[in-house]
């Protein structure tokens, strides 16, 4: 069986960052710190996390008084800051910086008199973040190019849109393109707002299944960028396109006739799941693997200041 192995896939520098503060709030003042919802939608990785110490609340409610939250990558609305605020907890932000940037572009419509339409997936927790921003109403959800095309809006000339941050690049680029069609003077960025990491995992696996019989992205059901790399291989032709948690979870049945397998990883699944995958299949076939040239990635973001190794040194 020969692999090729996407390049980039896994960890973004907003997962890397959102582990890295809960890591170092446990390090600074003990377990228990509670982490509203999945610090990044992997249960590995949260597993692990738990296991130092840290415990996962889906609701404000459940953090007792007197106790440190942090709040998961995937941001969250006004609403739950101000409950944090009053509550008087003290609050660690794992917000990625890219989604909080999402935050900033739509007060600055809401403030300029725009309807925002926010591109996103119903339920996922950044679109409820991002939903929170604003008042009720202040902004409408966009799932599909149907909905852009039905959808109503009071002033057409006062309407901007925002993106999710891990949607299919392809699919945005529709349901953006029928919102210009119908709000010609519609206000937004440039392309979108989908991250740097979901742009380049989306081509990787492009590069990968373009030639694979079947595609294994290692993430989590709940993972929105890795169901994108599933979506996108399968675009690609590539009906074998499966999500794999773990090795455990390979259908060896399907893989029998496979022998060229693109793997990939989605941005919160960690290298260590790929290469106990690789391992679990370095057992059952004769592999090769190749790693295809791919985008070059050197995005970091700095933690929260209190939480570096120089606050903790001054
Ligand atoms: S996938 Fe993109 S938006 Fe989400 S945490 Fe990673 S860099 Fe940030």
């Not at 942090?70 to 800051?81: D, K, L, N, P, T």
């Not at 852009?148 to 002033?155: Q, S």
């Not at 901007?160 to 709000?183: C, G, N, P, Y």
Request: hydrophobic share 45%.
């Amino acid at each position: 069986m020969e692999i090729l192995l996407a390049n980039p896939r896994g960890f973004c520098a907003g997962v890397d960052r959102a582990i890295e503060i809960v890591e170092r709030a446990l390090e600074l003042f003990g377990a228990p710190i509670y982490v509203r919802h999945e610090v990044v939608h992997n249960r590995f990785v949260v597993d692990r996390l738990a296991g130092l110490g840290a415990i996962f609340v889906e609701k404000l409610d459940d953090v007792p008084d007197d106790n440190t939250v942090i709040f998961s990558a995937h941001g969250v609305s006004q609403s739950v800051r101000k409950a944090g605020r009053q509550r008087g907890l003290k609050v660690f932000d794992a917000t990625c910086p890219l989604v909080s940037k999402v935050h900033r572009e739509a007060e600055r419509h809401y403030r300029l008199g725009n309807k925002v339409i926010l591109i996103g997936h119903d339920g996922h927790p950044e679109v409820i973040g991002t939903m929170g921003q604003l008042p009720e109403d202040a902004m409408v959800l966009v799932q599909n190019v149907e909905e852009a095309e039905n959808i109503a809006i009071e002033d057409p000339d006062r309407v901007a849109f925002i993106t999710q941050t891990t949607l299919s690049v392809d699919d945005t680029v529709e349901i953006i393109a029928a919102l210009k069609r119908r709000f010609p003077n519609i206000m937004g960025p440039k392309k979108e707002d989908i991250c740097y990491a979901t742009t380049n995992r989306q081509e990787a696996v492009k590069a990968v299944a373009a030639g694979a019989d079947a595609v294994i992205v290692v993430g989590a059901p709940n993972s929105s960028n890795s169901q994108r790399l599933v979506e996108v291989a399968r675009n690609l032709g590539c009906s074998k396109a499966m999500l794999v948690q773990r090795a455990a979870d390979l259908d060896w049945a399907v893989l029998e006739d496979v022998r060229r397998l693109g793997i990939t990883a989605g941005a919160s699944a960690p290298e260590i799941l790929v290469e106990e995958i690789i391992a679990a299949l370095q057992n059952h076939f004769d592999i090769t693997i190749e790693r295809p040239d791919g985008a070059t990635e050197n995005v970091f973001f700095k933690l929260p200041k209190i939480l570096t190794r120089e606050a903790e040194a001054s």
